[in-house]
């Protein structure tokens, strides 16, 4: 008999749908086979979301949100004593009436003719379940009959893997859409794919683990290896490398290797319990984007130490790090096919070469002028040159003919920059009284510089570079600033050379050019009958390297910029109003320092711009663009979580 495949869908969805309301029963009576177990749990997470003046600090009318979502988890972790577990978590994510249901494509070139247009994704209007967590793990001793000291296991799959505190390298591989300035603790949509071998050294005294994680793999199929990407690649000696073979090629795979030992130093009633932690990773990433599709690739090593102490009445932990390595940032040509309106008539023409009049040359394939365009010696210093006349291009044909140039900006030579940025962060507590109350403090670093590729020569970049983190604190916790997911931006200084108005500056968020301290109370009692906690926090923020300032008159870079970013106030709550059910509420206020002020006016980037123009059809060109500002923003996220 032949089953649909619709019917056969049905069933399916049906059978994870009906173990889902049967996961309380199964999960109550713990399941057992022959000494298989099997645990089901649920996680559901409702909850609401209000913010002011978050994205851009500035209190206007587009710049307040509010929403409401839901997420959850569906988990199963089938284990066999200490020899093999398998754990899978299901994850179904969404916001209650938007258009992005925590699902969507990934990015998509279109293209009109010989020039790209852009690019686009979609997200799917239905509450889809995906992946979240899924591997399995054995002791491989067992496997094969050994019988070494201690523990030993390998585990494969998809599953969370950091160093440290997650700073050099969390397991931020796939974080939800975050609005900036909102906290999450639930923020990672999906871990990152990898091996894991791990386990004891010596039994009680010192563990390994030894991790690879694929993060980017582009040879997965004949369209990646022979994509036409590398045509406007040149070396050293201003040859075009690629021009007659720009395929991508094979072995175009970003990896992260990382090790760490963590060593119980001591563990006693008199001197209390320490823990220290090296660690090391070496992550090759050999297509980044600065400006197009692998024009850079990167070898970053970071090594690294943490360590945690805790006594009855005292804690103390820290992490650091240094990054080692280089960013080999290609020579490129960046002459591209583009669109343009040029008295109603749209056209196509070449980005970076121009006529006498400063005019873009028009595109046609196989002219005069199109070949000179193509066979001009790719070196910055013949940029803004003459390459050639033509008597005419296209509809072109002026009295006197058509002068050929570069454009002042068209070619960037190879250069290299070498990484030594740094971070430090540590926090401590003292227990006020007994395990219920506790004075919590802390104190950050991560080294800043501008922007790398804006001066485009060898040099050090002195700011400091994680992989994958998301870190928003430990003892004392941010809940704007650093915030999980969402991070509010920072401008930093210089923009690209390609962004002739000197007021569209990139941005940075997250862990690097940062400094803060800060402090706070930590109240759980412990002889309530429901769980309950109460975690105020107030951090403080610097910026360690200088931005411009903005003059008020022109809107132009004027000075340097006050390094004090801000105050941020926050307040972690929970009560267990059920055995399994919390009521949660996180509420902060960010209160911008001299930073914001000195900045008041800078413009978002243009790719922001350009973003949030995209739904334009009017053509006006004179609509105001957003711009930073230095009001105080707040926000608050209240909600419920059911486990079970």
């Known amino acids: 008999m032949n089953i649909s495949s619709t019917t056969r869908s049905f069933f399916f969805f049906s059978a994870i749908f009906l173990s889902m309301f049967l996961t309380p029963v199964l999960h109550a009576y713990s399941t057992t086979w022959d000494d298989w177990l099997i645990d089901f749990s649920i996680r559901y997470r409702p909850e609401s979301f209000y913010g002011n003046n978050t994205s851009l600090l500035r209190n206007c009318q587009h710049d307040t949100i509010f929403f409401s979502r839901h997420t959850l988890d569906y988990g199963v972790n089938v284990s066999l004593d200490s020899v093999v577990q398998f754990n899978t978590t299901f994850r179904n994510k969404g916001v209650w009436g938007g258009t992005n249901f925590g699902s969507a494509t990934s990015f998509s070139d279109f293209k009109f003719s010989d020039t790209i247009l852009g690019n686009h994704k979609h997200s799917f209007p239905r509450h889809l379940m995906w992946a979240r967590e899924m591997w399995f793990e054995f002791s491989w001793p067992k496997a094969l009959d050994l019988s070494p000291r201690g523990d030993h296991y390998f585990k494969l799959g998809i599953f969370p893997f950091s160093l440290g505190r997650g700073i050099a390298l969390g397991s931020a591989f796939a974080v939800g859409p975050e609005s900036l300035g909102f906290f999450s603790d639930a923020s990672i949509d999906q871990y990152a794919p990898g091996a894991l071998f791990h386990g004891d050294l010596v039994e009680d005294k010192v563990s390994y683990g030894f991790y690879v994680s694929l993060v980017k793999n582009r040879a997965t199929s004949f369209k990646e290896t022979s994509a036409k990407i590398l045509a406007q690649k040149y070396d050293d000696c201003g040859e075009f490398i690629r021009r007659e073979d720009p395929a991508r090629g094979f072995g175009k795979i970003n990896y992260i290797a990382a090790a760490h030992f963590n060593w119980y130093a001591f563990n006693d009633d008199k001197y209390g319990v320490l823990t220290i932690e090296p660690y090391g990773l070496y992550n090759y990433a050999p297509e980044q984007k600065i400006e197009f599709v692998a024009d850079a690739n990167s070898k970053l090593t970071t090594i690294g130490l943490a360590a945690e102490y805790a006594t009855s009445r005292f804690e103390f932990g820290f992490d650091c790090a240094v990054n080692f390595g280089r960013q080999a940032v290609c020579g490129w040509d960046r002459n591209e096919n583009k669109i343009e309106n040029r008295n109603g008539i749209i056209i196509e023409v070449n980005s970076h070469a121009v006529d006498q009049d400063d005019k873009k040359i028009p595109f046609v394939a196989k002219c005069d002028a199109q070949t000179i365009i193509f066979d001009a010696s790719p070196a910055m ?9 033509v008597d005419s291009v296209g509809f072109l044909q002026p009295d006197g003919g058509v002068t050929i140039f570069n454009a002042e900006d068209r070619f960037r030579d190879p250069y290299e920059n070498r990484y030594h940025g740094f971070m430090f962060v540590a926090d401590t ?19 800043g510089d501008r922007n790398p590729n804006f001066a485009c020569k060898d040099e050090d970049f002195d700011g400091f ?4 983190e998301i870190y928003s604190g430990v003892r004392v916790k941010s809940a ?8 509010a931006g920072r401008p930093i200084a210089n923009p690209l050379a390609t962004q002739r108005d000197a007021t569209l500056s990139k941005t940075v968020s997250g862990f690097t050019n940062l ?11 412990l002889n ?6 109460l975690h105020p926090n107030v951090i403080a923020y610097w910026q360690p390297s200088e931005v411009p300032g903005i003059d008020p008159e022109t809107g132009m870079d004027r000075g340097c910029a006050d390094k004090y970013l801000g105050t941020e106030i926050n307040l972690f709550t929970h009560v267990n109003i059920l055995k399994n059910l919390k009521l949660f509420g996180v509420f902060s206020v960010f209160v911008p320092g001299q930073f914001y002020s000195d900045i008041k006016g800078r413009r978002i980037t243009l790719k922001e711009a350009e973003f949030l123009d995209s739904e334009d059809v009017t053509g006006f060109a004179e609509d105001t663009i957003p711009k930073f500002g230095d009001d ?12 079970f």
Not at 632 to 643: I, K, Q, S, Y
């Open 528 to 533: 309530w009958k429901k769980s309950f906690t």
């Open 632 to 643: 105080v923003a707040f926000t608050f996220n209240l909600g419920l979580e059911w486990r």
């Open 480 to 487: 704007f600033f650093l915030s999980g997911a969402g991070k």
């Open 429 to 447: 507590a003292i227990w006020l009284h007994e395990k219920d109350l506790s004075l919590v403090a802390t104190a950050g670093y991560a080294s």
């Open 515 to 525: 400094a803060f301290v800060g402090g706070g109370l930590n109240w759980t009692p």
């Open 465 to 468: 570079i994680g992989l994958q």
């Open 381 to 389: 210093k013949l940029n803004g040159k003459e390459i050639g006349m």
